[in-house]
């Protein structure tokens, strides 16, 4: 595979994602952040300098499994140290597998700032994807607050809590529109107005130009910071083929549910009416939406892109209509071919997800212990026994036998720690994922679980609590193999992974605020097996003080 050199420069820039001015983190003066283009085999090296004032940054490279380099990952506290103001990091890594991925910051809530782009992977030279398209699109989702992030950050951990709340806007590569809608004039009680547009704006929509009678592969990948999304594309069906770099057994579809962190690529034909345009819509599930559907345009050329469609845009399904989002997670399997799981378990974890209070603080916490990461990356640490840097024992297996996951926690006191979860090398991990209620009665929210280094299978989604028995509906034959997964309202989800890949992972919540709420918890494996990591990457904590007196070795 080839090299591919990137120079970056992350900053604070002044821009309007949908029309209203803020500060958005950008990179070489583009928001979304360039974006990267490689193929299998290819090595990315990625020359990263620090150019905000005060404040540090990484950025995580999302999907790609950092196999041999786990200190390229981009995680603070866990793979690296922050990159200082000023200061310049190489992420030197191999892109391995062909597919659809994106790349974001991980400190604090940087991905909330904007700090994200897209990372296509091409197939090798000379092989080919087991579909067939004429052209393709990229479609990198996100939603956009007019709060500033550190005004949300510190809301979250202030006394009365401030939530976030929903989302002004959702952008679609970056683009939305704020207190108008493209669409008004289709809905006379629309309470929006009719945008203006001249079509150089900076929030002016996605044009997506089609000829009539082709086929088109559609990259959709989402780093919402909260708002679980659905998209459709008006008088089209889709076929899904991708999902999270790895094929999916091909099935057809009107719409697609895309959690924070997850990616699909889509297949459609354009065999529509060509004498007009159509929408692509997409909305918020699974909170009460209070924020507008963000729209592109689907341009059947000659048309001109200021035509308007002659239908309204698709509706987006019901925002709690979860038979829905079940149904499209469960006609995901994997393509034949594809890696089946090993057919048995070392070790199953059950990871209870509750909302608590500490000190009268809200927080999430796994099996009520509420993640807080230590100031030395556990990269560091542990490769260097260095025990002094995290708490030494070792995170719950499990939780309570008799906790009530259907009812808001009896006891919600909570304690914040940053233990790890120690996995043998090699060995094969079961994850049970348990969801229950929040804080308020009758609530319980839906969370897409991120794995960093590795996928995983997901086995299977159930109702409830998770029985002794339940793995008899484990689907050990052609399950979706994926970086993310979701958990549903008072439901588990089982997923299972081979630990393989020596380094310190990060396992948690994707929405933004919730991991900075706590909720997650550290992998480690096989870091003994861990070559020599960069000395920048340590130059902080207790590793940075190593680093002083042993000279730098
Ligand atoms: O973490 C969250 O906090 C709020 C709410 O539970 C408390 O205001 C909310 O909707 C979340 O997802």
């Known amino acids: 595979g080839k090299t591919r050199h990137f120079k970056w420069d992350v ?35 990625v020359e990263l300098t620090n150019k905000l004032h005060t404040e540090g940054v990484v950025i995580h490279w999302h999907g790609i499994r950092q196999l041999g380099t786990p200190w390229a990952d981009g995680t603070a506290s866990i793979s690296q140290c922050a990159i200082a103001p000023g200061e310049t990091f190489l992420y030197r890594f191999k892109v391995d597998k062909a597919g659809t991925y994106f790349y974001h910051g991980h400190y604090g809530m940087q991905r909330s700032a904007g700090l994200y782009g897209s990372l296509i992977v091409e197939v090798e030279d000379g092989k080919r994807e087991p579909f067939h398209y004429d052209g393709e699109f990229n479609l990198l989702l996100s ?69 009539p009678n082709k086929t088109y592969r559609l990259r959709i990948a989402s780093t919402t910071a909260l708002a679980s999304l659905n998209l459709a594309i008006g008088n089209h069906k889709m076929v899904v083929v991708e999902a999270d770099g790895n094929y999916i057994q091909p099935f057809e579809t009107n719409d697609i549910d895309i959690y924070s962190g997850e990616s699909y690529s889509v297949i459609f034909t354009t065999n529509q009416n060509p004498s007009t345009n159509h929408w692509i819509s997409i909305g918020v599930r699974g909170r009460r939406p209070q924020t507008p559907q963000a729209l592109a345009l689907l341009n059947y050329l000659p048309n001109s892109a200021s035509k308007l469609p002659l239908s309204a845009p698709p509706p987006t399904p019901q925002w709690n209509d979860y038979a829905h989002s079940k149904s499209f997670t469960n006609k995901l399997k994997s393509l034949m071919g594809t890696p089946q799981p090993p057919t048995t378990h070392h070790r199953r974890i059950v990871l209870l997800n509750t909302q ?18 230590p100031p030395t990356p556990y990269l560091g640490s542990i490769k260097h026994g260095l025990k002094a840097a995290f708490d030494q024992s070792p995170p ?41 209620n929040a804080l308020a009665a009758n609530t319980s929210e839906i969370h897409p679980w991120h794995l960093h280094g590795h996928d995983f299978w997901v086995l299977g989604y159930g109702e409830g609590r998770f029985e002794e028995g339940d793995e008899k509906m484990f689907n050990l034959k052609n399950p979706p193999l994926r970086n993310t997964a979701v958990i549903f309202p008072y439901g588990w989800t089982a997923l299972r992974f081979v630990a393989d890949n020596p380094g310190v992972w990060a396992f948690h919540c994707h929405i933004e605020p919730h991991l900075h709420m706590g909720m997650g918890v550290v992998f480690a494996e096989g870091v003994h097996l861990v070559g020599d990591v960069p000395s920048e ?12 007196s042993t000279g730098g070795r």
């Not at 959702?170 to 309470?191: D, E, F, M, P, T």
């Open 143 to 211: 939603d956009w607050w007019h709060k500033s992030v550190h005004e949300q950050e510190i809301g979250l951990s202030s006394l009365p809590f401030r939530w976030i709340n929903e989302p002004e806007t959702l952008l679609i590569n970056g683009r939305g529109q704020y207190n108008c809608s493209l669409a008004a004039q289709y809905n006379k009680s629309a309470a929006l107005s009719q945008c203006t547009l001249r079509g150089g704006e900076q929030w002016a929509p996605n044009v997506l130009k089609v000829l």
């Open 537 to 548: 990457a340590l130059a902080c904590g207790l590793t940075g003080k190593r680093l002083a």
């Open 11 to 45: 900053e604070y820039m002044f821009r309007s994602p949908d029309g209203e001015e803020n500060l958005v983190m950008g990179i070489n003066g583009q928001f979304p952040g360039p974006t990267i283009r490689a193929r299998a085999g290819d090595t990315v090296h």
């Open 396 to 436: 719950p297996e499990s939780f309570a036998n008799g906790y009530n996951i259907m009812v808001p926690p009896v006891n919600p006191n909570t304690t914040t720690g940053n233990g790890v979860y120690e996995i043998e090398f090699n060995t094969t991990v079961d994850v049970i994922l348990q969801n229950a």
């Open 356 to 373: 608590n209070r500490i000190d009268g603080y809200i927080k999430w916490a796994i099996n009520n212990v509420s993640l807080s990461l």
